[in-house]
């Protein structure tokens, strides 16, 4: 009659969430994904603080720059990956003090879990 049957599920999940429910029972799953704008102006407002550290004014500049481009594709309703990978790889290629690095890093990765 079906009583000694056995469900057998194959579920493969990339970036999300699987949920089975049996036996007349039910699953109600909420996902929250992204950020507030809070958090990343905190990221963004510590990497600036650690803009100043920087001896070269072009990477000052450069600095300045990529974090605003992040910050307006960050919090727009359509944010373009592409400039915000391209802001990502100018932050990196400046060589500055391990406090500027660390606020970079810290930036980076928190916007690139966004960019997945």
């Known amino acids: 009659m079906g009583i ?3 469900n057998i599920y194959n579920v493969t999940v990339q970036n999300g969430q699987a949920i ?3 036996d007349n029972s039910s699953v109600a ?9 809070k958090d990343i102006e905190q990221l ?5 603080t650690k803009v100043d550290t920087l001896t070269s004014d072009e ?5 300045s720059e990529s974090l605003e481009v992040i910050e ?4 727009s309703e359509k944010p373009k990956k592409s400039m915000i990978k391209t802001a990502i790889a100018s932050l990196q290629a400046i060589k500055g003090t391990v406090e500027f690095g660390s606020a970079v890093a810290a930036l980076i990765q928190f916007v690139g879990s966004m960019l997945s």
């Open 59 to 63: 990477d000052k500049e450069a600095a």
């Open 44 to 48: 963004i407002a510590a990497v600036r």
């Open 29 to 37: 799953a909420t996902t929250n994904i992204g950020a507030t704008a």
């Open 4 to 6: 000694d049957e056995k």
């Open 72 to 75: 307006a594709e960050v919090i």
């Open 20 to 22: 089975i429910a049996n």
